[in-house]
């Protein structure tokens, strides 16, 4: 049931291009090793206008990804390690984004605090 959260600063007149929801779904749902329909990806665009970094102007090139990471239980930092490593690779291309542009931070376990159709993750 991993859940991807990914929030885009996008370039000037940047959009996503066709099916890129999809191809991160299917990536990430490689990465995670699930079955059809088991990880779920969410974008969330931000504009430029709406994203700043103390003392620092962005540049016109690429904004920053950031991804959060919701898994019924978080793995080890093995598995994280690993599974952050693929993921930036796979997000990175899929979005045309530098590697140095993708940031990833995992959530807390789901169990006993999401429901999903009304069922508490257990």
């Not at 990430?28 to 079955?35: E, I, S």
């Not at 990806?41 to 962005?58: G, M």
């Not at 693929?86 to 169990?111: C, F, M, Q, W």
Request: glycine content about 8%.
């Amino acid at each position: 049931m991993p859940q991807l959260d990914i929030d885009i600063v996008f370039r000037p007149n940047e959009t996503l291009k066709g099916d890129a929801v999809q191809k991160l779904a299917d990536a990430a749902g490689k990465v995670f090793d699930t079955p059809p329909g088991k990880t779920w990806v969410k974008i969330n665009p931000v504009p430029r206008n709406c994203w700043a970094e103390n003392k620092t102007k962005l540049s016109s090139h690429a904004g920053p990804v950031v991804v959060s990471i919701l898994k019924r239980t978080a793995p080890g930092p093995e598995e994280i390690e690993a599974e952050v490593s693929s993921l930036t690779r796979v997000i990175a291309g899929i979005l045309e984004r530098p590697n140095e542009e993708i940031h990833i931070k995992y959530e807390a376990d789901a169990i006993g605090r999401v429901a999903y159709g009304g069922k508490l993750v257990k």
